[in-house]
């Protein structure tokens, strides 16, 4: 199985930006579609972001429009979550997935390969 390992999370103020990376351990241009989606306590895992598998096509939800960035390094089987402009509310586990079909990519229950998650906390 496909192992897809996220990095860069961690503690940070309001305002404030980080960089999650999620690396796959087999060629990402053999994925449809690779996103990202986060779960916050007491909430259902939640859609974020995705891409496809030329870079040339991106959605994000509207909580996140306008302040995070998704994107891909075919070479280094590596895609990545910019995350600007940072609310409290934004405050999960962050986790990437990737997908072999078209899938209705805001359906989390669509997606079959999922990483680990890393935790991103937003606070003063």
């Known amino acids: 199985q496909v192992q897809l390992v996220e990095s860069g999370g961690g503690l940070v103020q309001p305002g404030g930006s980080l960089r999650l990376s999620c690396t796959f351990s087999?060629?990402?241009?053999?994925?449809?579609?690779v996103g990202w989606f986060r779960q916050a306590p007491g909430k259902e895992r939640a859609f974020v972001a995705v891409?496809?598998?030329?870079?040339?096509?991106?959605h994000y939800a509207d909580s996140v429009k306008g302040r995070f960035t998704i994107s891909r390094d075919n070479a280094k089987n590596t895609v990545y979550l910019e995350m600007n402009s940072l609310k409290p509310e934004d405050t999960a586990v962050y986790y990437c997935a990737a997908e072999l079909r078209s899938i209705t990519y805001n359906d989390v229950t669509s997606w079959n390969y999922w990483g680990q998650g890393t935790q991103v906390t937003v606070s003063s």
């Open positions: 891409i496809n598998y030329s870079g040339t096509n991106t």
């Open positions: 087999t060629n990402i241009r053999n994925y449809y579609a």
